[in-house]
Nanobody
């Protein structure tokens, strides 16, 4: 059974930083895409960043200058470093995973199969 468990959310003032983590268990596919999404109240879910088993990354254009996605394969952990946070970054953040087909790449625009429960990030002005 695949499980994704996020942590690291919290409340921070504008301009601050947070680092989110997602521990993955039960996922045995060598070809994979991992990603972070977020959803603010009353808004649609949006992709933040993705990273593939091959190491390639993809970011939402509006976030790539402030957010950095990374992973630690040995620890089965996906991370999201968020710097210079803004009130509009306030949202529930989710990590997600999917199997990557041979010869394809990963994107935040893909459909992901496995999801965590989310961690809340609140940025005050």
């Amino acid at each position: 059974q695949v499980q994704l468990v996020e942590s690291g959310g919290g409340s921070v003032q504008a301009g601050g930083s947070l680092r989110l983590s997602c521990v993955v268990s039960g996922y045995t596919y060598n070809r994979n895409c991992m990603a972070w999404f977020r959803q603010a109240p009353g808004k649609e879910r949006e992709g933040v960043a993705s990273i593939g088993d091959y190491g390639g990354t993809h970011y939402a254009d509006s976030l790539k200058d402030r957010f950095t996605i990374s992973k630690d394969n040995a620890a089965n952990t996906l991370s999201l470093q968020m710097d210079n946070l803004k009130p509009e970054d306030t949202a529930m953040y989710y990590c997600a995973a999917r199997v990557r087909a041979p010869g394809t790449s990963c994107s935040v625009n893909d459909q992901y199969r496995y999801w965590g429960q989310g961690t809340q990030v609140t940025v005050s002005s």
